[in-house]
């Protein structure tokens, strides 16, 4: 996922109003203290529509508002949460059975065909989801969509796809639904605890397939927490404790979800008191964190990826050589230590140390820092004699842009300038739109822990979060051959194979792996940041007297 994914890219990642009187219901909370909340900052989401939810600060918030079929233990396994059970024989069609009881907030009982009509319309291709590749393993996924006659953008309309309703999803009775794929897939109960795989209430369509319109600035869940009004655009989200959640009970009553533009003014709140977690760490207050925050600055891992993505649709970034020579006239150690000083670490690999089938220096000759190569092959392939560097100002981003412009005019001779784009939504709507943005600062926070997390969505040419236009047909083959092994071992071995194209390709460019670098207010305790850069809501909660 972008973080913000790409990401969640990610993400990034990677928005959502409510309907009709009838569906505020389900357990109010009136009676408990409103002020017993705590205050989050994010970013801006750009979008609160599960399926349509690619980048992290969305997927935060609506962590809190919906409750998934799967969770990961320490191992990283998958283990049920609003799943009974979830079985298969062959890797190829799966059972999964609901826990009875569960309601959604408007007090609708949660049943398979919530899962089955969520998912639907997100495989749908005219709706546009950017989650839409996570269900593209479902039988019967070619059929929703369609592409222009002419292969290319253009006035010429797509014809409506063959079928409006995926073949793999059947209903067995109200808990229980069967996922049969395309073909057999080791590690697809992991796949599922994925956000794009929540429910949504009948609320949430005004017809079949149809989105209810305002339904995404206030999302009905299933989770612990509801929405209190609606989504503040550019403000504020803020949920409450829903009475009647089966699952584990979280320890506050509520939380804002407050919303900066600007990350140094989010850390002036958490040093003040106004905000109770800020997930990130601005780089410019690093040096002083530990001496405003004390013990309340924690460090915990987590499995970002920081990269710069080429757009390959721009003919300057077509030629490989370019792309690699960019890349080897960057001083990964030399950032890090300055700019981040060593909060994160050089990226060498196109996959997170966290996962299985992780291996330093995959990437090989072309991260590794060498001007003089670099010079010699950007000459010789003809590269640009500007380079653009497009990022998020709502993220910490320009001090480390600004940096690594400097490397590239003194590698390369060439004139390097960082572009900031108000919000990481705004920055993706332009990629998205193929404007001429240069390179592209991306993120990326795992969606499951597995390696082909890590590969499908970003390099697949139809990958949700491939935004830079990457395409080949041997990394698409071994991905998809991964995905069929019959064993992870097996998989593995594809999907490094996989990576070892990337290497050679380069359409991204490597820079670091994160960790979370977090702090707290002295409202709070229990407070932690897991491998996908959320905090444990669950976890969370008031400290006596505070």
Not at 165 to 193: H, I, R
Not at 258 to 277: E, M, P, R, S
Not at 309 to 329: C, H, W, Y
């Amino acid at each position: 996922m972008l973080g913000k994914r790409p990401w969640k890219m990610a993400a990034g990642a990677a928005a959502i109003a409510l309907l009709a009187a009838g569906c505020t219901g389900g357990g109010s909370d009136d009676s408990e203290d409103s002020a017993d909340s705590v205050v989050i900052g994010i970013v801006e989401p750009q979008h609160l529509v599960p399926s349509n939810t690619t980048e992290t600060a969305g997927s935060q918030v609506l962590a809190s508002l919906y409750y998934p079929l799967v969770t990961f233990d320490a191992k990283k396994q998958p283990v049920e949460t609003a799943a009974e059970s979830i079985t298969s024989d062959d890797n190829k069609v799966w059972t999964v059975k609901l826990k009875p009881g569960f309601t959604f907030h408007n007090g609708e009982p949660v049943t398979a065909d919530n899962y089955i009509d969520a998912w639907n319309y997100g495989a749908y291709a005219p709706n546009g989801q950017g989650g839409s590749y996570f269900y593209s393993r479902i039988d019967g996924f070619v059929d929703l969509q369609a592409k222009d006659p002419d292969g290319e953008e253009g006035p010429q309309k797509a014809p409506a796809p063959k079928a409006k309703t995926l073949t793999g999803l059947k209903k067995v009775d109200d808990t229980t639904f069967t996922v049969t794929l395309s073909a057999p897939f080791a590690g697809w109960k992991a796949v599922m605890g994925y956000n794009s795989f929540y429910p949504l209430p009948k609320a949430a369509f005004s017809a079949p397939g149809v989105l209810a319109e305002g339904f995404e600035d206030a999302p009905v869940g299933n989770g612990p927490f509801k929405m209190k009004g609606k989504w503040e655009h550019d403000s504020e989200i803020k949920v409450e404790r829903y009475a009647d959640f089966k699952g584990t009970a979280p320890k506050v009553n509520g939380i804002t979800w407050k919303i900066y533009q600007d990350q140094q003014a989010q850390y002036a709140d958490l040093v003040a008191g106004n905000v109770d977690v800020q997930t990130q760490i601005p780089l410019e207050s690093l040096a002083s964190a530990s001496g405003d925050l004390g013990d309340r600055l924690q460090r915990s891992p987590n499995s970002s990826f920081q990269f710069v993505g080429f757009p390959t649709f721009l003919k300057e970034f077509q030629n490989r050589d370019v792309r690699r020579a960019i890349s080897m006239a960057i001083d990964r150690e030399e950032m890090t230590k300055q700019i981040f000083l060593d909060s994160e670490t050089p990226a060498t690999s196109f996959v997170s140390p966290v996962v299985t089938g992780y291996r330093p220096n995959s990437c090989g000759e072309f991260c590794v820092h060498d001007p003089a190569k670099a010079k010699q092959l950007y000459t010789k392939a003809g590269g640009p004699s500007e380079i653009r560097i497009t990022y998020n100002t709502d993220g910490p981003h320009k001090a480390w842009v600004d940096a690594m412009c400097n490397q590239l005019k003194a590698a390369l001779g060439v004139n390097c300038i960082g572009v900031g784009e108000p919000k990481f939504s705004d920055m993706l709507t332009k990629v998205k739109a193929r404007e001429p943005v240069g390179l592209i600062r991306l993120a990326w926070v795992m969606d499951y822990p597995l390696m082909e997390s890590y590969l499908g969505p970003l390099y697949s040419t139809t990958g949700s979060s491939n935004y830079y236009g990457y395409s080949s047909t041997a990394f698409d083959n071994l991905l998809a051959q991964g995905s069929a092994a019959r064993t992870p071992q097996e998989a593995i071995k594809k999907w490094q194979q996989a990576e070892d194209i990337l290497a050679d390709d380069m359409p991204v460019i490597p820079l670091r792996f994160g960790q979370n670098v977090y702090g707290f207010s002295d409202r709070v305790a229990n407070v932690s940041v897991d491998l996908f850069r959320k905090v444990d809501i669950y976890k969370i909660e008031l400290v006596a007297g505070k």
